[in-house]
């Protein structure tokens, strides 16, 4: 397949492409700046253009574009740069391979397990309804912007990624750090599930999905998500640190702000990835353990 891919540089965009190119695929960049190659196609999200003739030979499209909600507060200025960098890109994307001849045959479009809100002890499937906050209407708001393409009959996947587990980044990179120092405990009371997912992981599965017809919502976690309690004994045995006290949710609403530690930290969702599962999807890293065990020998 020739696959083009937006959020190319990102820390799954980075592991995706050349992940693709050994499995076969040529691989076209979708770049803000001006283009180096003719493996560079330019486009402007926030302009929503993206002339649909670039996109004339493209098989696919993974698109992975958009602000990081996690790094920063969530002031009302971030939530609409969020909301903003997520519609414009996908609205942008989906038109264009609306309007394309020949137009693409797959979208695989990211999205999150943000859909779910809030889900407590609850198992979580991709027939499991939206939840309730900011960010669920985020992503609700996200997915349905992919609807040009989907009229136009392309097949569209909505990669929900849970919690990307990489040394060089996400939530590994904000809280190794902090645990070989010894100060990495649970978070409030610990409950909330974690639904973990390697980047190795996470960009097979995508490779996966652009090679299996599959369409709808698509989980990218592992199959045993964890609360963040046994997240945090696991991590902390791994590497060898001693027991720490909690960090009290007020701690972490001033820190972070209220609504960062609200919508992304204090809550979790107990997700599984039921459609990867059926479909015969192998995972490298099943487990939090091995997981963790992946990373912290890769950052040693």
Same mark, same amino acid.
């Given at each position: 397949?020739?696959?083009?891919?937006?959020?190319?540089?990102?820390?799954?965009?980075?592991?995706?492409?050349?992940?693709?190119?050994?499995?076969?695929?040529?691989?076209?960049?979708?770049?803000?700046?001006?283009?180096?190659?003719?493996?560079?196609?330019?486009?402007?999200?926030?302009?929503? =253009?993206? +002339?649909?003739?670039?996109? *004339?030979?493209? #098989? &696919?499209? $993974?698109?992975? %574009?958009?602000?990081?909600? !996690?790094?920063?507060?969530?002031?009302?200025?971030?939530?609409?740069?969020?909301?903003?960098?997520?519609?414009?890109?996908?609205?942008?994307?989906?038109?264009?391979?609306?309007?394309?001849?020949?137009?693409?045959?797959?979208?695989?479009?990211?999205?999150?397990?943000?859909?779910?809100?809030?889900?407590?002890?609850?198992?979580?499937?991709?027939?499991?309804?939206?939840?309730?906050?900011?960010?669920?209407?985020?992503?609700? =708001?996200? +997915?349905?912007?992919?609807? *040009?393409?989907? #009229? &136009?009959? $392309?097949?569209? %996947?909505?990669?929900?990624? !849970?919690?990307?587990?990489?040394?060089?980044?996400?939530?590994?990179?904000?809280?190794?750090?902090?645990?070989?120092?010894?100060?990495?405990?649970?978070?409030?009371?610990?409950?909330?599930?974690?639904?973990?997912?390697?980047?190795?992981?996470?960009?097979?599965?995508?490779?996966?999905?652009?090679?299996?017809?599959?369409?709808?919502?698509?989980?990218?976690?592992?199959?045993?998500?964890?609360?963040?309690?046994?997240?945090? =004994?696991?991590?902390?045995?791994?590497?060898?640190?001693?027991?720490?006290?909690?960090?009290? %949710?007020?701690?972490?609403?001033?820190?972070?702000?209220?609504?960062?530690?609200?919508?992304?930290?204090?809550?979790?969702?107990?997700?599984?990835?039921?459609?990867?599962?059926?479909?015969?999807?192998?995972?490298?890293?099943?487990?939090?353990?091995?997981?963790?065990?992946?990373?912290?020998?890769?950052?040693?």
């Amino acid at each position: 397949m020739k696959v083009a891919v937006t959020g190319a540089s990102g820390l799954i965009g980075s592991a995706l492409v050349p992940e693709l190119q050994r499995r076969g695929h040529d691989v076209v960049r979708l770049v803000r700046r001006p283009t180096k190659g003719a493996d560079e196609i330019r486009w402007d999200p926030a302009e929503r =253009r993206l +002339e649909p003739t670039a996109l *004339a030979d493209i #098989d &696919a499209v $993974v698109h992975l %574009a958009g602000v990081n909600v !996690g790094d920063k507060r969530l002031t009302d200025k971030r939530k609409a740069a969020v909301l903003d960098s997520r519609i414009d890109g996908t609205t942008t994307i989906s038109t264009a391979m609306a309007a394309a001849d020949p137009r693409p045959r797959v979208l695989l479009s990211g999205s999150a397990v943000g859909w779910y809100g809030d889900g407590g002890d609850q198992v979580l499937t991709e027939e499991s309804p939206v939840g309730e906050g900011w960010l669920a209407d985020v992503v609700l =708001r996200w +997915e349905a912007a992919t609807a *040009a393409a989907q #009229d &136009a009959g $392309v097949r569209v %996947a909505h990669c929900r990624s !849970g919690l990307v587990c990489s040394q060089r980044g996400g939530i590994m990179g904000r809280v190794l750090p902090l645990f070989k120092l010894g100060l990495g405990g649970r978070l409030d009371g610990g409950g909330q599930y974690w639904p973990l997912i390697s980047l190795v992981d996470e960009v097979s599965a995508i490779a996966f999905l652009l090679e299996h017809d599959i369409q709808g919502p698509v989980n990218l976690t592992g199959p045993e998500p964890v609360t963040n309690a046994e997240f945090s =004994r696991t991590l902390r045995r791994i590497i060898g640190r001693p027991p720490v006290p909690p960090v009290p %949710a007020i701690a972490l609403k001033i820190v972070l702000g209220s609504d960062r530690a609200n919508e992304i930290v204090l809550i979790g969702q107990r997700a599984v990835p039921r459609v990867l599962l059926d479909h015969g999807f192998v995972f490298e890293h099943p487990t939090a353990e091995s997981i963790l065990r992946y990373i912290a020998k890769r950052s040693a």
